[in-house]
C-alpha cells in the first residue's frame, strides 16, 4: 500500500528448544525465546508453562497458523511478549487451538510491574479467534487465560499486535479544526475525533475543498493519513504552515492521482498547521474525511503518550443531568460543552469508566466557571472499593483543580456535596483522567454490543428461572445479550403485554422480583447485557390505578391520563380516539385498541400532565436501579401530548444518566418516498441511541420485509450501498447505532403460522442475516419469531450446518471488534459489482479490520476483491471467522480471489 509506514508486530522467533515438559511460575524461570529473523523487529516470548518442545511460547508469535503455544495446565495460564523497547499499540488478535468459550484477558506494561488492562474476555466468549482495537505505550503485552468451559487447554496459534515502534498520531478530538466549509452535522471537528464511523464533510460539492489542523505549536512530523468515506480514485495534496498563511506541500497527490481509502504518505518538516486540500472525487463524491491523521516521531512524544487524557470519549453517567449537558460533554474534550446537574439540589455526582484498569497519574477537573467549590474525586478499580485522589469538600477557590496521583483504576467518580459559594449548579466542563491505558472510547456499551435474543416473556412465559438457566448456552451460541419485553405485571395480551396493571412488579406468571434481579445478575456474570422493552405511553384497561382514576376525579391516577366529563356516550367520537368510561362519566383517550377485541381500548397516559412526567421518570429509574442496561420505548410517537421537550426531559433524560440502550421502537422511514424519513430523528431530535433500522428490514407485512431479500433474489446487491449509506451510516454520523433483524415476518401469518409459499430458502436466510450482521448493525433474533415456534431452537426445515451457520454469523460479532454496531464499512471493488457485494470494516477505532464478500448469485462464484489502500496490509492470509481457520483467499498486492459457494460469504479478519 502507497506510502505506509505502519508496523506489525508480529514478533518471528525461532522455535525454543525444549527436551521435555517445560513449566515457569516467574519470568526468571524459563529459558527466553529469542528472534533470529527480523522482518520488523526482534522480539521475546516467555510463558507460564508449555505442553512440550513442539509447543513452545515462541509459536504463537512466528508468523505461522500451523504452530501454537499450548500449556501444560488448564487454568490460570500466561504468556508475555517482550518487544524490546515502548511501542504504541493500536490493535491484537489472539487464536486459540480450539472453539471453545475462553476466559482471558490481554494486559500492557512498561516495566513489568504495573499492568493496564487491554482488552478483557474474563466473563467468557465462544469462539477461536478474536480481534480488537487497544491503545497506549507498551513494551511489554501479556495473554493471561484463566480457562475454557470444555475444559480446552490454554494456547494461541498466533498472538498478534499491531501499532508502531517510530511514531505516534498526535491529532485527537481536541485538536482545532478549520474547512472550506462543512455540511449540517459534518463539521470539521469529525475528521480529527479517532472515531471511524463519523467523517467531515464539504458543505458542497464544489472543489476544490479543505481542512486545517492547528497541532499548537510545531511539531516535527513523520507521516500523514488521509482516510476517504468511501473508496476511489483521488486528487488532493497535504501541505504544512507555520503561520496558517504560506503553506509548504508535503504530499502531492494531484500529479499523480491514487486509488484507495486510507493513504498514508512518510513526510519531513517541522509545522504547527497542515492543511488537506481535495482537488478532484471519483463518482461525484463531496470532499471529506473520516479520519485526518497526523504523526510525529515517537520518540518526542513518548511522555505525552504515557500521560494522555484516558478519560476522551469513554463512558460517563451522572446522579441528574439537564438536557443538552449530559455526562459525556465532560470526556468530549470539546471547550463548548459541559455536564450540568439536572437542578441545584445536592449531592451530585458524576462518574467515568474508563472499561479497562488503566494506570492513573494526574487528575484535572475544570468546572464551567471561577468559583469556590466544594467536591472530591475518588478512584476505584472495580467499582465497588474507593480511594480518595482529591479532596475539596471544605472548598477551593478556582477553575481547573488538578493532583498528581498514582495507582491503577478504572472508574474515577467526583461528587459535588453543596453548590458553589455562589450557589452555582453541580458541573463539569471537562474532566481529565491522565496517565496509560487502553480505554474503550464508547459513550454507551450500545457501541460495541453483540446479537441480542429477544423474549416476549409475557406471551410465551417465558419465566425468569428459565431464561437465567439458558443464559450460559445463550452465550455460547454467540448472543451478548438479551431483551425482556414488558416483564411488568399485566395481561399477556395484546402486543404481548405491553399494556401494565403494575408498573413497579413483575407479572407473577414469570417469577418473582427476586428471580428477575438474579436473571440480570447472572447475565453481567456472563458478560452479557439485560435490557427492557415497555410501553410508557398506556394502561392495561385492568389496572388498579386506571380504575381508580375512573371513580376519582381528584386523585393523582387521574392527572395520569385524560379523562374529558361527558353527559353520555354519544359525545366520546372513535375518529378522535375517545371511548366513554361509565366510572369517569367522561371520554378518555386511547390511541391504541385491541386488534382482536374492539371494545377493549388501551386508556392513554398523559404526557401533558406533570404528574405522569414525574412518575415515568419515577418509573424508569426503578428498572434501571435493577441492574437492566437499557430501556426500549414501543411507539414514542403516538404517545399523548408528547413533545420532543418532554421526551427529552423524562424519557432519554432520565435513561442517559445511566450506562443505557436507549431504543423507540417504531419510527416509520418515508415509505412513500424510499428515503429514511423519521429514523433520522431519532438520535439527533429525540437523544436516543438505538434506532431500528425499518429502512432495511421490518415487520408486521406479509409481502416483503427487506430491502436484501430482492437484492437476493434478483441477483444484484448494487443498490444495498446506498441504503446503508442512507439509514446505518447517517445513523452512525449522529452518533448513535442501528439494530436490525432478519425479515422474517413475511414467511408467517399474524398467528405465527408459516405459508409455504412465502418461505425463504435458508441460503436466503443466511445471507440476509451476514448481510445485515456484518455492515454494522445491533443483530436481533426474535424467540417465538425467528424460530417460529417458541420452545425450539432449530428450524426444522435447516439442516444441522445451515443451523449451526446461524451461530457461526452470532458469535463472528463477538470475534471481532470490526463488525461492532459502530464504526467504518465502505464499499470494495469488485469483479463484478452488480453481482457481489464487498467491504471493509472497522472499528470504531479503527484498529480491528474485517473484509466482507457476499456472493449474491444462485451459483457458485469466484470473486475477485481489490483492497489496495484501505489500510488493510497488501500481503497476508486472512482469518475465515466462520471456518475458524486460515482462509484460501490470501491477500497478494493488494488484491486477493476468493471462491464462494451459490449465496455465499466470507467474513475475514484482516490486519
Not at 554 to 569: C, H, L, M, T
Not at 574 to 582: L, V
Request: net charge neutral; with cysteine; glycine share 8%.
Amino acid at each position: 500500500m502507497h506510502g505506509r509506514a505502519r508496523t506489525l508486530l508480529a514478533i518471528l522467533v525461532s522455535a525454543l528448544l525444549m527436551t521435555s515438559l517445560v513449566t515457569a511460575d516467574s519470568w526468571a524461570e524459563e529459558p527466553t525465546a529469542k528472534g533470529v529473523t527480523e522482518p520488523v523487529l526482534t522480539g521475546t516470548a516467555r510463558a507460564s508453562s508449555s505442553a512440550d518442545a513442539a509447543h513452545g511460547p515462541a509459536a504463537a508469535i512466528d508468523g505461522s497458523l500451523a504452530t501454537s503455544w499450548r500449556a501444560a495446565r488448564k487454568n490460570d495460564q500466561w504468556l508475555v511478549l517482550d518487544l524490546g523497547r515502548p511501542h504504541v499499540l493500536s490493535g491484537l488478535r489472539q487464536t486459540f487451538e480450539k472453539h471453545d468459550t475462553w476466559s482471558f484477558k490481554v494486559s500492557g506494561s512498561l516495566d513489568r510491574t504495573t499492568w493496564a488492562t487491554l482488552a478483557d474476555w474474563s466473563y467468557g466468549i465462544a469462539g477461536k479467534t478474536f480481534a480488537t482495537s487497544v491503545s497506549g505505550a507498551f513494551r511489554y503485552v501479556r495473554l493471561d487465560v484463566q480457562g475454557a468451559a470444555r475444559g480446552s487447554m490454554p494456547s494461541s496459534t498466533e498472538f498478534l499486535v499491531e501499532g508502531s515502534a517510530t511514531e505516534v498520531e498526535i491529532t485527537n478530538p481536541g485538536t482545532p479544526v478549520e474547512t472550506s466549509s462543512a455540511g449540517g452535522g459534518y463539521a470539521g471537528r469529525f475528521a480529527v475525533d479517532r472515531d471511524t464511523s463519523s467523517f467531515w464533510g464539504a458543505g458542497a460539492g464544489s472543489l476544490p475543498q479543505w481542512l486545517t489542523v492547528d497541532l499548537g505549536k510545531a511539531r516535527t512530523l513523520s507521516s500523514v493519513e488521509q482516510n476517504f468515506k468511501d473508496y476511489g480514485t483521488w486528487k488532493y495534496t497535504i501541505a504544512g504552515s507555520n503561520d496558517n498563511k504560506a503553506f509548504t506541500t508535503i504530499v502531492d497527490h494531484e500529479t499523480t492521482p491514487i486509488r484507495g481509502q486510507s493513504i498514508r504518505d512518510q513526510v519531513q518538516g517541522t509545522y504547527r498547521y497542515v492543511r488537506l486540500t481535495i482537488l478532484s472525487t471519483e463518482h461525484g463524491y463531496w470532499a471529506g474525511s473520516t479520519g485526518f491523521k497526523v504523526f510525529a516521531p515517537l520518540k518526542n512524544e513518548l511522555q505525552k503518550v504515557v500521560k494522555r487524557d484516558l478519560a476522551e470519549g469513554t463512558t460517563a453517567t451522572s446522579s441528574s443531568l439537564s438536557v443538552g449537558f449530559e455526562p459525556w460533554n465532560a470526556v468530549d474534550s470539546q471547550p463548548s460543552t459541559a455536564w450540568i446537574a439536572a437542578d441545584n439540589s445536592t449531592p451530585q455526582w458524576l462518574q467515568v469508566d474508563l472499561g479497562n484498569l488503566s494506570t492513573v497519574t494526574g487528575i484535572e477537573q475544570t468546572f464551567l466557571n471561577q468559583d469556590t467549590w466544594f467536591f472530591s474525586i475518588d478512584g476505584s478499580a472495580d467499582g465497588r472499593t474507593w480511594k480518595r485522589l482529591l479532596d475539596e469538600r471544605d472548598g477551593a477557590t478556582g477553575r481547573t483543580f488538578t493532583a498528581n496521583v498514582k495507582g491503577s483504576y478504572r472508574y474515577v467518580r467526583m461528587i459535588v456535596p453543596k453548590r458553589s459559594a455562589n450557589g452555582r449548579w453541580a458541573n463539569s466542563q471537562q474532566l481529565r483522567i491522565l496517565g496509560n491505558g487502553s480505554p474503550e472510547r464508547n459513550r454507551r456499551w450500545v457501541e460495541r454490543s453483540r446479537p441480542f435474543q429477544r423474549f416476549y416473556a409475557k406471551h410465551y412465559v417465558n419465566k425468569f428461572k428459565d431464561i437465567t438457566a439458558d443464559l450460559d448456552d445463550l452465550r455460547d451460541q454467540g448472543y451478548g445479550g438479551i431483551e425482556i419485553a414488558a416483564p411488568y405485571k399485566g395481561p399477556r395480551t395484546p402486543w404481548a403485554g405491553l399494556g401494565a396493571t403494575d408498573n413497579y412488579a413483575v407479572d407473577p406468571s414469570l417469577g418473582t422480583m427476586a428471580d428477575f434481579v438474579r436473571m440480570v445478575d447472572r447475565a453481567h456474570e456472563l458478560g452479557m447485557k439485560v435490557v427492557m422493552f415497555g410501553n410508557p405511553g398506556y394502561a392495561s384497561p385492568e389496572a388498579p390505578f386506571w380504575i381508580k382514576a375512573q371513580k376519582e376525579p381528584n386523585s393523582v391516577e387521574r392527572k395520569w391520563f385524560d379523562i374529558q366529563p361527558a353527559y353520555g356516550p354519544e359525545a366520546c367520537k372513535a375518529e378522535d380516539r375517545r371511548y366513554w368510561s361509565e366510572l369517569a362519566k367522561g371520554c378518555y383517550f386511547s390511541f391504541w385498541t385491541d386488534p382482536f377485541n374492539p371494545e377493549n381500548h388501551m386508556p392513554a397516559y398523559n404526557f401533558g400532565n406533570q404528574e405522569w412526567r414525574d412518575e415515568t421518570a419515577k418509573i424508569l429509574r426503578f428498572w434501571m436501579d435493577k441492574g437492566i442496561d437499557g430501556f426500549g420505548a414501543d411507539a414514542p410517537r403516538a404517545y399523548l401530548n408528547i413533545s420532543t421537550e418532554i421526551s427529552k426531559k423524562y424519557l432519554t433524560g432520565v435513561l442517559d444518566n445511566y450506562d443505557s440502550w436507549t431504543f423507540p421502537e417504531g419510527l416509520q422511514p418515508d415509505w412513500g418516498g424510499g428515503r429514511p424519513g423519521d429514523l433520522l430523528n431519532g438520535v439527533p431530535e429525540l437523544r436516543y441511541n438505538t434506532i431500528h433500522d425499518l429502512f432495511v428490514s421490518w415487520w408486521a407485512c406479509t409481502t416483503q420485509c427487506s430491502r436484501i431479500i430482492p437484492a437476493i433474489e434478483s441477483g444484484n446487491p448494487s443498490a444495498l450501498e446506498n441504503t446503508f449509506k442512507e439509514s446505518r451510516d447517517t445513523i452512525n454520523q449522529q452518533g448513535g447505532i442501528t439494530m436490525a433483524m432478519p425479515s422474517w415476518d413475511s414467511d408467517v401469518n399474524g398467528d405465527g403460522t408459516i405459508v409455504p409459499e412465502r418461505l425463504k430458502p435458508a441460503t436466503v436466510r443466511l445471507l440476509e442475516m451476514a448481510t445485515i450482521l456484518s455492515a454494522g448493525n445491533q443483530f436481533y433474533m426474535n424467540n417465538g419469531n425467528h424460530l417460529y415456534l417458541a420452545d425450539e431452537r432449530t428450524i426444522p426445515t435447516w439442516t444441522e450446518d445451515q443451523q449451526a451457520m446461524v451461530y457461526k454469523l452470532l458469535r463472528a460479532q463477538g470475534a471481532t471488534s470490526a463488525f461492532q454496531p459502530r464504526g467504518l464499512r465502505y464499499r470494495v471493488q469488485t469483479n463484478d459489482d452488480n453481482k457481489y457485494y464487498a467491504f471493509v470494516r472497522t472499528d470504531k477505532a479503527g484498529g480491528a479490520k474485517a473484509l466482507v464478500v457476499l456472493n449474491f448469485q444462485n451459483t457458485e462464484q469466484t470473486v475477485d476483491v481489490d483492497v489496495v489502500n484501505t489500510g488493510i496490509d497488501a500481503d497476508q492470509t486472512p482469518l475465515d471467522l466462520l471456518a475458524g481457520q486460515p482462509s484460501n483467499a490470501k491477500i497478494v498486492n493488494g488484491k486477493t480471489r476468493i471462491t464462494l459457494p451459490a449465496r455465499g460469504f466470507a467474513l475475514l479478519s484482516v490486519q
